[in-house]
């Protein structure tokens, strides 16, 4: 059995120019990281949604930056609490960046009139809704409000709270398909909720048996493992934690999911250094396997091994 070719046809979805899922190693793994969140120093009041802009200017800088160097796509995953803070949120980075953006928000009702405000901000092409998910009050009038403001890309959050093992998370996405599928929307991604760093593994197997299964693109959140792991921030220096951090990334980046949440953009160059190399080793996998080089163009693999891609493709005229 191939671990890195699926038999059923791989999904890409496009949001916003950039490309999401596929065969492994075909596109590289989008990571997306957080602005706004709890505990996001730029923030100066929720209030009155105001917040450093100077300083945010330069995390996005960083972010283009490190993106164009490793061929790592960006997005960014919009936390609010309010619709007048997604409105100040959203006017601002519409100016400032190009990179597809998700609004993220843990009350539903709120999370709706973000995407209200973006699409009067003419931000429905690059927009993706986080989520769709088991803890929904009212699924069904959740979607048709969404499917009605226009919104094009959604994520699925996937659990099951009495099967906590891959199979749960399989159930769950089944249950709501269904009633997903009633927004027609054009992109539809997959999140495996991870809820430590340890069960991470029931997140990475979910994801091989949803893209086995379905196609679909999938992804996980490994900074909502990290992040919350005290036991790693009291042994030594901070360098620790970054080790475990990055470590968890690559991990996830190498076994089949095709877009990770990093959490804040402040961990930005580990997480796309560790994206970098294990989207490159994943590539090669596939390679090995196939003897198909799927990698597309801009890919890590082509863009930091150029030499040795070459002397691979050399009278290779196969490729996805």
Same mark, same amino acid.
């Given at each position: 059995?191939?671990?890195? /070719?699926?038999?059923?046809?791989?999904? !890409?979805?496009?949001?916003?120019?950039?490309? =999401?899922?596929?065969?492994?190693?075909?596109?590289? !793994?989008?990571?997306?990281?957080?602005?706004?969140?709890?505990?996001?120093?730029?923030?100066?009041?929720?209030?009155?949604?105001?917040?450093?802009?100077?300083?945010?200017?330069?995390?996005?800088?960083?972010?283009?930056?490190?993106?164009?160097?490793?061929?790592?796509?960006?997005?960014?995953?919009?936390?609010?609490?309010?619709?007048?803070?997604?409105?100040?949120?959203?006017?601002?980075?519409?100016?400032? !960046?190009?990179?597809?953006?998700?609004?993220?928000?843990?009350?539903?009702?709120?999370?709706?009139?973000?995407?209200?405000?973006?699409?009067?901000?003419?931000?429905?092409? /690059?927009? =993706?809704?986080?989520?769709?998910?088991?803890?929904?009050?009212?699924?069904?009038?959740?979607?048709?409000?969404?499917?009605?403001?226009?919104?094009?890309?959604?994520?699925?959050?996937?659990?099951?709270?009495?099967?906590?093992?891959?199979?749960?998370?399989?159930?769950?996405?089944?249950?709501?398909?269904?009633?997903?599928?009633?927004?027609?929307?054009?992109?539809?991604?997959?999140?495996?909720?991870?809820?430590?760093?340890?069960?991470?593994?029931?997140?990475?197997?979910?994801?091989?048996?949803?893209?086995?299964?379905?196609?679909?693109?999938?992804?996980?959140?490994?900074?909502?493992?990290?992040?919350?792991?005290?036991?790693? /921030?009291?042994?030594?220096?901070?360098?620790?934690?970054?080790?475990?951090?990055?470590?968890?990334?690559?991990?996830?980046?190498?076994?089949?999911?095709?877009?990770?949440?990093?959490?804040?953009?402040?961990?930005?160059?580990?997480?796309?250094?560790?994206?970098?190399?294990?989207?490159?080793?994943?590539?090669?996998?596939?390679?090995?396997?196939?003897?198909?080089?799927?990698?597309?163009?801009?890919?890590?693999? /082509?863009?930091?091994?150029?030499?040795?891609?070459?002397?691979?493709?050399?009278?290779?005229?196969?490729?996805?």
């Amino acid at each position: 059995m191939n671990l890195f /070719r699926f038999e059923t046809e791989q999904k !890409t979805f496009d949001i916003g120019g950039v490309k =999401v899922g596929g065969q492994p190693g075909e596109h590289p !793994t989008v990571l997306i990281g957080s602005m706004f969140h709890k505990g996001d120093k730029l923030i100066e009041s929720r209030k009155s949604a105001a917040f450093d802009r100077e300083r945010a200017k330069e995390h996005l800088h960083n972010l283009e930056d490190i993106s164009q160097k490793t061929a790592i796509p960006a997005m960014i995953d919009v936390v609010g609490n309010s619709p007048a803070e997604f409105s100040a949120y959203l006017e601002f980075l519409a100016d400032e !960046t190009s990179a597809p953006l998700c609004v993220d928000a843990w009350k539903t009702d709120v999370r709706i009139e973000a995407a209200r405000v973006a699409a009067k901000a003419g931000l429905l092409d /690059r927009l =993706v809704y986080n989520s769709l998910n088991p803890w929904s009050q009212d699924l069904q009038q959740e979607v048709a409000d969404i499917a009605n403001i226009g919104v094009k890309h959604v994520i699925i959050g996937v659990f099951d709270e009495a099967d906590k093992f891959s199979t749960g998370r399989l159930k769950s996405l089944e249950s709501l398909i269904p009633t997903i599928e009633k927004g027609s929307f054009s992109s539809v991604l997959i999140d495996t909720t991870v809820m430590n760093v340890a069960a991470m593994a029931f997140s990475l197997q979910a994801g091989f048996e949803i893209k086995q299964k379905t196609g679909l693109a999938v992804g996980c959140a490994p900074a909502n493992g990290t992040y919350m792991w005290e036991q790693i /921030r009291q042994i030594r220096s901070r360098e620790v934690f970054s080790g475990a951090d990055a470590a968890a990334h690559g991990i996830a980046a190498l076994l089949w999911n095709d877009f990770l949440f990093y959490a804040p953009l402040t961990g930005t160059e580990r997480a796309f250094a560790a994206a970098a190399v294990a989207d490159s080793i994943k590539s090669l996998y596939a390679y090995s396997e196939s003897r198909i080089f799927p990698a597309v163009e801009p890919h890590p693999v /082509r863009q930091l091994f150029p030499d040795f891609v070459q002397q691979l493709e050399s009278g290779q005229e196969e490729t996805l």
